[in-house]
């Protein structure tokens, strides 16, 4: 095989960086929003089982395979795939991880501006002005949709012009932990208040009646969503890696933090809700027994809950929540933006700066598109997320199965993990990614487009 060659791109400066730059991108909004909402929506704790499995069986080999080929050609998705396989065909996988990234942050964009929104709504609330708050608080405001989804955008760009270390690193280093300390200080103060223990009881009771087809279907589109896997996030970040990573290890941090971040998250969301019901808000359909609306549930829930709580400690709860799924926004939306940076940067030999406010620009208008009409956020996660993600993963475990080989994955993972050729993790690994994942990953895939086409 030939060497490829070196490129003087950004890299990590430490290993825990890097961690935590991975953990960053995977814990986002799909935890502390997406996740409680579909184990609320699915049957409890008979979710957070399947979600399990499907994060372990599937997604911890697919991380793996993703760091692998980043740090092997040191190269953004597209340039990965060109370097490893022959032919046009391989750079389409690189190509379609581009997209996703472009279309998943467009409407990720939209969501995290609403998160911004609300910080802002809860402080005019608290000081009376509530028509200014109601607008603050308006899903569907296009106009103050747009305001917002944009400054996110600026916020993502000017983290992503100051590079990988310096700009990616240094900001997930710090909110990493912030986000932790405020997601902990939350639970602990949410489970003072009346309703929480039957949110916690329906949290961990599983109820196995539910499922399905269905359900295992939505466990696994939100397992790569969560994880970050399927667009080649996860290539461009090992692609900033050294050659003394132990991928493995990385990839099962990386894993624990996001299952564990959703796990903690759903602590704080599910039984808050049940508080709000508690309190008088309607969560559940009287009739079908189903969540009202899953998009919005927790944007339309949560801010009752502060406000029942009333007074300095509501607005001081209700803005340390939306921070913290600000920030928990904030370092993925970073990842998704550095896709097709990167590409930009690699193929088109362009400035960091230029690459970050050109792409920034563009997923900007398409953001300011979804605000007007937040109808479309539904048909970009089917689409690109549901079906894109996954749809990657798949293409990705048949190409380094059967085309660039697991052998020559191997001889890349052993640096930093010596002796992994005869350890029993290769054999295993190889195995998953060459039969269990594809086989796994194509059942939902071909359940879901006959779904769409019945
Ligand atoms: N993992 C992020 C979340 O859970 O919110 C979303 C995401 C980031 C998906 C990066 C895909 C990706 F490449």
New binding site residues.
């Given amino acids: 095989m030939p060497e490829l060659e070196k490129s003087s791109r950004g890299t990590w400066n430490t290993k825990l960086g890097f961690i935590l730059a991975a953990a960053g991108?995977?814990?986002?909004?799909?935890?502390i929003w997406?996740f409680p909402t579909q184990v609320a929506d699915n049957g409890g704790a008979a979710f957070i089982l399947i979600y399990l499995v499907c994060c372990l069986v599937v997604g911890f080999p697919v991380m793996i395979a993703e760091f692998t080929i980043g740090r092997r050609t040191q190269k953004n998705p597209v340039g990965a795939f060109k370097a490893l396989g022959k032919g046009f065909l391989a750079p389409l996988i690189g190509y379609w991880g581009v997209l996703c990234?472009v279309m998943?942050l467009s409407f990720?964009l939209v969501i995290s501006g609403w998160t911004l929104g609300y910080v802002l709504e809860e402080v005019f609330y608290f000081f009376g002005h509530e028509s200014i708050a109601s607008t603050l608080g308006d899903l569907g405001h296009g106009l103050k949709n747009a305001v917002f989804s944009v400054i996110f955008m600026l916020l993502t760009v000017l983290i992503i012009t100051g590079g990988v270390s310096q700009g990616i690193e240094r900001a997930t280093k710090a909110l990493m932990p912030i986000l932790l300390i405020l997601l902990i200080a939350l639970i602990v103060y949410i489970f003072t208040l009346d309703g929480s223990m039957e949110g916690l009881i329906m949290y961990i009771n599983p109820d196995f009646s539910t499922v399905d087809g269905d359900l295992i279907l939505s466990a696994l589109g939100q397992a790569f969503?969560?994880?970050?896997l399927g667009?080649g996030?996860l290539i461009t970040y090992g692609s900033y890696l050294n050659k003394e990573q132990n991928l493995v290890e990385s990839a099962a941090y990386v894993t624990l933090t996001d299952v564990g971040i959703a796990f903690i998250a759903g602590l704080l969301v599910i039984p808050a809700m049940f508080v709000a019901q508690y309190g008088g808000t309607e969560i559940f359909n009287p009739e079908t027994g189903a969540l009202h609306s899953s998009v919005t549930l927790v944007f339309d829930v949560l801010p009752e809950l502060f406000h029942q709580i009333g007074g300095v400690l509501g607005m001081i709860i209700g803005i340390t929540f939306f921070i913290l799924l600000g920030l928990a926004a904030l370092t993925?939306s970073i990842?998704?933006l550095e896709?097709p940076v990167s590409y930009v940067i690699d193929e088109f030999n362009v400035r960091r700066k230029k690459a970050a406010w050109g792409v920034g620009s563009l997923v900007a208008i398409i953001a300011i598109i979804i605000s007007f009409d937040i109808s479309l956020i539904d048909y970009f996660v089917y689409i690109f997320n549901e079906i894109g993600?996954p749809l990657g993963g798949l293409m990705i475990c048949l190409f380094l199965g059967y085309f660039w080989k697991a052998e020559n994955a191997l001889l890349e993972i052993e640096q930093g993990f010596e002796g992994v050729e005869s350890h029993w993790f290769a054999k295993v690994w190889t195995f998953f990614i060459r039969y269990i994942c594809p086989v796994l990953i194509g059942l939902v895939l071909i359940t879901t487009i006959y779904n769409i086409i019945s």
Wanted: cysteine-free; aromatic content about 10%; glycine content about 18%.
């Fill in positions: 991108s995977a814990v986002g909004l799909g935890n997406g990234g998943i990720y969503f969560s994880l970050s667009m996030a993925s990842s998704l896709v993600l």
